[in-house]
């Protein structure tokens, strides 16, 4: 008899602890939207970092205060209604720490290492070892790892063909699967609308450079057989479905022969505006060119909304402060804050919301590191809006990175110096070093006299507060290269738990559209009904080990 006691006692715990899943903690983020850039105070009884931190009982302290908000976190057991899913182009883990320090607190958090859930991703293509931007896209958005150069095709046709069978080669993913589940989709950043990361939301095809007709006609293929990018967004079967794109890019969009709303020229070769077209093919629809025109649309009465802010890609945060152009052209996070504010009432069934900070990476790119790292800040800025403006309840937010890039972060430089600046200690030539450089890039020659790599030069007189200072490599390049490694993922909400461990980039939309419950993931009504005849279940199993309880109890007394 007391075997059977404690066997029901088993039981009725086991029946409880299944079916008690808590909600994710919630956590205050970042609402600062306008981050301070000056320089460190040096109030400080020693230079560099609070007198507190020189005691051990704070470092014991905060190590139990983390501890205590682990043992507390419990994963969310609710459906994921909204994924946001951003990616920070060529956001390496060194970009990250660099941006804390740029912040000016080494202890400081950007908003999204606030988030209780982190995984890593590996970003390699098919055929590449270091990836680039066009097989990344295809991975963390469709769950499939294709070849360098490529969106959404399969790796088994070699880049820049235009002899393959699209029905078969050809394929989608987040955003097609919210779309056939009812979601409004949107998509934003900071580069050209077409460019490699916004395209692999909507968009296939074997060359990324291909944005618009004359890139495929000079690959001697057919762009009425395979669309150009461009051409995709406006009328392909994913793109012309999305509600919200808003980027740069106008020069893909408008005939060679014509300019746009700020006197640049267009790129297309078929004489097609894709702006007007857009806008024939999509009612209840608003397109707008500046700020101006941004803030004025009335979200609520429109379906479609298509911003395209510059003829290329987007300007740089700081240039945009700099050249004092806030009244004319919008930052990341302003773009996302109405992508969200105009998504959230479109459909009862959700959204899905797809945002790059792209220039980061062409940041990295021309070896700027400064606007690299103010790039990163508004990335951050515009994620912690995004936690704001949602539900952790209900919405999963994802923050992750294409790939890598080669800037290291190096040198023992003391707590509370500027990490744009120079190292403390000099080199064996007695030459002083950044505490940013690059492994390869433009930035060799600022660094090598006369190209020499034996003999450097002395950069102290470099102008390391502006924004245009190019940074020193060791390898000459026209431009700085990506890097290879791993990649951080961040998750918070619904499904958030699912991002922890070593993963394959691929796996990624996977893991979204889980917990969402869309594509391969989607219920139908019988499995809804057999969800709850599991609910029912388990009543009648907890009301069972109840009764034997009870019936145990009394026998026994």
Not at 102 to 110: A, I, P, T
Not at 273 to 299: C, F, M, R
Not at 489 to 505: K, M, R, T, Y
Request: hydrophobic letters at 35%.
């Amino acid at each position: 008899m007391v075997r059977a006691l404690w066997f029901s006692v088993v039981l009725l715990l086991g029946c409880l602890v299944a079916g008690s899943v808590g909600d994710e903690v919630r956590r205050t983020y970042d609402s600062d939207h306008q981050h301070k850039r000056s320089a460190p105070k040096n109030t400080r009884a020693v230079p560099g970092y609070e007198e507190v931190e020189t005691t051990s009982e704070h470092w014991w302290n905060q190590a139990q205060n983390t501890l205590r908000s682990k043992l507390d976190l419990k994963a969310s057991a609710n459906k994921a209604k909204n994924v946001i899913f951003f990616i920070g182009d060529g956001m390496s883990p060194q970009t990250t720490a660099a941006t804390r320090m740029y912040l000016g607190n080494e202890n400081k958090k950007l908003s999204f290492e606030e988030f209780p859930y982190l995984a890593t991703a590996k970003t390699y293509c098919v055929d590449r070892q270091v990836a680039d931007s066009a097989c990344t896209a295809t991975a963390y958005l469709s769950g499939v790892k294709t070849n360098y150069g490529m969106i959404n095709v399969s790796p088994s046709v070699p880049r820049y063909n235009c002899n393959y069978n699209r029905t078969e080669a050809e394929f989608h993913g987040l955003l097609q699967w919210a779309q056939e589940a009812g979601k409004a989709t949107g998509v934003v950043t900071t580069t050209r609308i077409t460019h490699a990361s916004p395209a692999g939301a909507y968009a296939n095809i074997a060359n990324r450079d291909w944005e618009d007709d004359s890139g495929v006609l000079g690959s001697s293929c057919d762009p009425t057989k395979y669309p150009d990018i461009a051409q995709q967004l406006v009328h392909g079967d994913v793109g012309k479905k999305v509600n919200v794109f808003l980027g740069g890019g106008r020069k893909h969009f408008i005939p060679e022969t014509a300019t746009d709303e700020e006197n640049q020229p267009g790129k297309r070769k078929d004489g097609r505006n894709l702006i007007n077209e857009w806008k024939e093919t999509h009612p209840s629809s608003q397109y707008v060119w500046n700020k101006a025109g941004l803030k004025a649309v009335d979200l609520t009465k429109t379906d479609y909304l298509l911003g395209l802010f510059e003829n290329d890609h987007c300007r740089y945060n700081l240039h945009i402060d700099e050249h004092q152009l806030n009244d004319k052209e919008p930052k990341l996070s302003e773009m996302t804050e109405t992508a969200i504010k105009m998504l959230a009432g479109k459909s009862k069934e959700g959204f899905v919301l797809f945002v790059e900070g792209g220039r980061i990476d062409t940041a990295h790119h021309e070896s700027f590191v400064k606007l690299a790292l103010e790039e990163t800040a508004e990335y951050s800025r515009a994620i912690a809006l995004a936690r704001e403006l949602t539900s952790v309840e209900d919405t999963l937010i994802v923050v992750s990175a294409d790939h890598s890039h080669t800037m290291t972060y190096n040198g023992y430089t003391k707590r509370g110096q500027n990490v744009l600046g120079i190292a403390d200690i000099s080199g064996v030539d007695n030459l002083p070093y950044s505490t940013l450089s690059y492994a390869n890039g433009e930035g060799f020659y600022l660094a090598y006299k006369d190209g020499n790599p034996a003999e450097r030069l002395d950069i102290s007189s470099y102008n390391f507060d502006s924004s245009d200072q190019k940074y020193i490599a060791t390898v000459p390049l026209s431009a700085e290269s990506h890097g290879g490694e791993d990649v951080d993922v961040f998750a918070s909400g619904p499904g958030a738990h699912l991002f922890q461990g070593n993963l394959e980039q691929s796996v990624l939309p996977h893991l979204m559209a889980h917990a969402a419950e869309i594509g391969h993931y989607r219920k139908n009504e019988d499995e809804d009904d057999d969800d709850d005849d599991a609910g029912s279940s388990l009543v009648v199993c907890v009301q069972t080990i109840v009764v034997c309880l009870l019936a145990a109890f009394i026998k026994r007394f």
